[in-house]
């Protein structure tokens, strides 16, 4: 086999890899934005509840009206529930964690993109490129190992982000448009 295919061998390989790794860190990453946006909201809701059930108790101690009494029982539960459900879900603590590992995954990614350029430069030894890929998709293993659960709708959020079509698949031409014009393609002669 001529050196200029297993470089386009091992080529193949690391793209087809930066596909699914551009993937995991995008969904991550809408992950991230879906419990970052329900904390906020969630938090909302507790302050309008919690500042109406403080109206509603003022308004008692001045008024006693029963409607109004009514209106702050239902205020109370409904700050109950908030606090409840916020303690059950920590949408904070979820964010933070796929953002997390939406950084570790484009350390990955940022490897992948130098050990492209380093193959198509090909100033070093094939195998020595194949032990880096190695080492690399060993991280990434270790991080798939712990990479904290996602949703459906994160995976449709990065299909739209991406400008992909379907659904974990990224074709030869849209991971082209993702990459630098000298990363693109194939090798050529090989």
């Keep these: 086999m001529k050196d200029r ?21 995008k969904i991550q990453e809408k992950q991230a934005d879906i419990y970052a946006k329900r904390y906020k909201k ?4 507790s302050i309008i509840i919690t500042s109406l059930t403080v109206c509603g108790i003022v308004g008692i101690i001045i008024q006693d009206i029963f409607i109004l009494k009514i209106a702050t029982a239902l205020c109370s539960f ?3 529930f908030t606090a409840i ?27 992948l993109y130098q ?4 193959i198509r430069i090909m100033d070093k030894e094939i195998e020595k490129l194949d032990d880096s890929f190695t080492e690399i998709m060993g991280r990434l293993n270790n991080l798939y190992e712990n ?22 698949d990224i074709s030869d031409q849209e991971l082209d448009c993702l ?5 693109r393609g194939r090798i050529t002669g090989a």
């Design 5 to 25: 295919e297993k470089y386009q061998i091992l080529l193949d390989l690391v793209r087809h890899q930066l596909k699914n790794v551009i993937w995991t860190h």
């Design 42 to 45: 969630l938090e909302v809701a």
């Design 78 to 80: 409904g700050s109950v």
């Design 85 to 111: 459900y916020s303690k059950s879900f920590d949408f904070r603590e979820l964010s933070l964690k796929n953002k997390t590992a939406a950084v570790q995954v484009l350390i990955i990614k940022n490897d």
């Design 115 to 118: 050990l492209i350029a380093q």
């Design 147 to 168: 990479m904290p659960n996602t949703t459906d709708k994160a995976v449709v959020l990065a299909g739209e982000a991406l400008g992909v079509d379907k659904k974990s």
């Design 179 to 183: 990459l630098p014009t000298s990363l």
